[in-house]
């Protein structure tokens, strides 16, 4: 009996309590003064949400409706954003003889008699060679991401590596990237390494650590012919 006792007096509690019936004329009156404030507020409240949503921030509106990518790449197309002709420097050192390559893509050095004047970098030509022999231009071809990525790697650079890099730019007429010339300590917007991404058309250059400078697409041959005409 002591169990059957909280349900007796929950059941005697509810026959007790009286039902509030919209028959009733002063709660009838009570529920339509009171139901239409409840509306009002649910209503303002949900308007000043809608309101605090809708307004953006400056760096928001300008990613959203000024500098979109989409909206400007569309607008270039139809000519009504004029495109930035690309600088690209002129050529400081003249070739000083003209070279011939073999099949393999070795070149002989310039003759005794033709003078090699000074320059303010330096490209070696690979060492160890059998009996002393001259050896090739130290320009290579990279091939990544299974076949899709091209690039020229010229190794070994030393001396003055902007000037190297201005008169590379010329000879391959090249303009400045976006970024300026990629190095290994380059950083990207969120702080991660750009260098590390790679070049590409928008940042055709980068130096690679151990004076290495990569160029975007291949341009081995190109580049041997530009050397070897220096002189190196």
């Known amino acids: 009996m002591s169990l059957l006792r909280p349900f007796s007096t929950a059941f005697r509690a509810a026959a007790t309590t009286p039902t509030i019936r919209s028959s009733n004329p002063i709660m009838a009156a009570a529920t339509t003064t009171i139901a239409p404030s409840h509306l009002d507020l649910l209503l303002s409240t949900t308007q000043q949400h809608q309101q605090q949503r809708s307004v953006h921030s400056a760096t928001q509106v300008k990613r959203l409706f ?56 330096k490209v070696p030509r690979t060492g160890r060679k059998p009996f002393g022999a001259v050896g090739f231009l130290p320009v290579y071809r990279d091939v990544r991401i299974h076949g899709t990525k091209h690039t020229t790697l010229i190794r070994g650079v030393t001396g003055d590596l902007p000037a190297f ?68």
């Open 66 to 121: 000024k500098n979109n990518p989409a909206r400007i790449r569309i607008l270039k197309k139809k000519g009504v954003l004029p495109r930035p002709k690309p600088t690209i420097p002129d050529r400081t050192y003249p070739p000083i003889f003209k070279p011939v390559f073999l099949s393999n893509g070795w070149s002989a050095p310039p003759p005794p008699e033709v003078e090699v004047p000074e320059y303010p970098f």
């Open 165 to 232: 890099v201005t008169e590379l730019m010329a000879v391959l007429q090249l303009s400045l990237g976006k970024k300026g010339i990629l190095t290994s300590a380059s950083t990207g917007k969120h702080g991660g390494g750009e260098a590390g991404r790679g070049v590409n058309r928008e940042n055709p250059i980068r130096i690679r650590t151990g004076n290495v400078v990569e160029v975007n697409g291949d341009h081995a041959k190109e580049v041997k012919r530009w050397l070897a005409g220096l002189g190196f």
